[in-house]
């Protein structure tokens, strides 16, 4: 199967089929924890928001059309999610929990060699505080494209037009390219693509 039967399985799901659920739940449960992890940069949060995008997934199965993937709805519940936990919590950036440097826990090549965790531990930093430092609105959009979801998809997740969503994408690589530039006269960095480059 593939992702174009996402649908198919969340109706199947709905009539009882367990199975289309641990489907669903196998191929989008790691990019959607990384999308609440980079947002909410707070293990436990992320946790209890994973728990909370799926129990509405559970919940509205009966309620569930196909009308958009099944990955577009499940990023629009995740990014309704994180809404509802920014207004509980007056903060729309949660600083109070320690980083817990997930990006870094990936295995890599040279990853084991010291100067190479110096060098990554900088870039990460420097790319987290770029991050942290865009306007909400921008590094949700990037957030969601970087999650594979496509320009459409975001939109409709944001509840915003099609070229509010790009205008977003522009603004926040444009920003962080600018701020992440002086990194690569240090570092060889990957550059950061703007969509269709």
Known sequence: MTSDDDGELMLRYARG?????????????????????????NTETANDLFQEV???????????????????FLYRIAHNCFIDHCRRSSVRNETSGAEDGWESALPGSEQDRPDTRAEQAQITAHYRAALSALPPEQRD??????SGL???????????GAE???????????????TL???????PVTAIQEPGA
């Open 54 to 72: 799926w129990s509405k997934v559970i919940v509205s199965r009966d309620r569930y059309e196909p009308r958009a993937q099944f990955k577009t």
């Open 150 to 160: 496509s320009l459409d998809e975001i939109a409709t997740i944001s509840a915003v």
């Open 17 to 41: 089929d367990m199975r289309a659920f641990e489907t669903l739940y196998r191929r989008h449960r790691s990019a959607l924890y990384r999308y609440l992890a980079r947002h909410t940069r």
């Open 141 to 146: 959009v990037l957030l969601l494209y970087e």
């Open 164 to 178: 509010t969503a790009k205008s977003r994408l522009r603004y926040a690589v444009a920003k962080l390219r600018a």
């Open 181 to 187: 530039a002086p990194l690569a006269e240090v570092f």
